[in-house]
């Protein structure tokens, strides 16, 4: 299939899992993470409609962005980042997907010349190979986040593990989902808490019934 036929039938596929969700049609936003093919490509993407790209690292993001940033893009840095390579690349970025330490929030309330929409990552399934906060310890870290006026916390960001069954996608997204929901009730300051980045190529209809607003796919698209 080709990109532009990729990219119709993966937006549709999206509209059909926000329909059969009973949600209002655009609420959802999708990501194309483009960490598997050139910029060329990438800007395809952006030429058939994408409005949103993603990179996992920063050397690549940096590459994306400087071929791309006249395009009017959206642009999400979704991976994990080293505090020393924040100065490299946060004025860059409109969504950070990964944050997961107060040492991190700190480097970015340093550096940032605006303030940084970012999700809080959240290891629901207590992978020890995941990144992110476990669920006991964000209360604590949002009162130290609190202080950091530049880190807009917009929600939570989780990732399942790839051996999860359909039936455990949904609790850990339904738990995801409960989570945020009671953060946001909490109503702290620059913590909205609306938005929640979950659901990848391999089980973004299961995020989507679970409240997702964005979703980040990539394989979709290039296979
Ligand atoms: C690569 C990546 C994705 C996209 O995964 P696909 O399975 O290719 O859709 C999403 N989120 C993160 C953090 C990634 O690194």
Request: hydrophobic residues 40%.
């Amino acid at each position: 299939m080709s990109l532009k036929d990729n990219k119709k039938r993966v937006f549709e596929e999206v509209d059909q899992a926000i329909q059969n969700s009973g949600r209002p049609s655009s609420s959802v936003q999708i990501i194309a993470v483009t960490k598997y093919v050139e910029p060329q490509i990438a800007k395809e993407l952006v030429s058939a409609g994408v409005q949103h790209i993603g990179e996992n690292r920063v050397d690549k993001f940096l590459e994306k962005y400087n071929f791309l940033k006249d395009e009017g893009v959206t642009w999400h840095l979704i991976g994990s980042l080293q505090s020393r390579k924040v100065k490299d690349v946060i004025n860059f970025v409109d969504y950070f997907h990964a944050l997961d330490s107060v040492k991190l929030a700190r480097e970015i309330q340093k550096r940032a010349e605006k303030t940084i929409k970012c999700f809080l990552q959240v290891n629901i399934s207590q992978e020890v190979t995941k990144h992110g906060f476990a669920i006991e310890e964000i209360e604590a870290a949002l009162e130290e986040i609190a202080e950091l006026d530049k880190v807009e916390i917009v929600g939570l960001m989780t990732m399942a593990p790839l051996s999860a069954t359909d039936q455990e996608l949904h609790e850990l997204f339904a738990e995801a989902n409960r989570l945020r929901e009671k953060l946001a009730n909490q109503g702290r300051q620059h913590m909205p808490f609306t938005e929640l980045s979950m659901g990848m190529s391999g089980d973004f209809p299961i995020a989507i019934a679970h409240g997702s607003t964005f979703v980040r796919i990539g394989s979709a698209f290039f296979d």
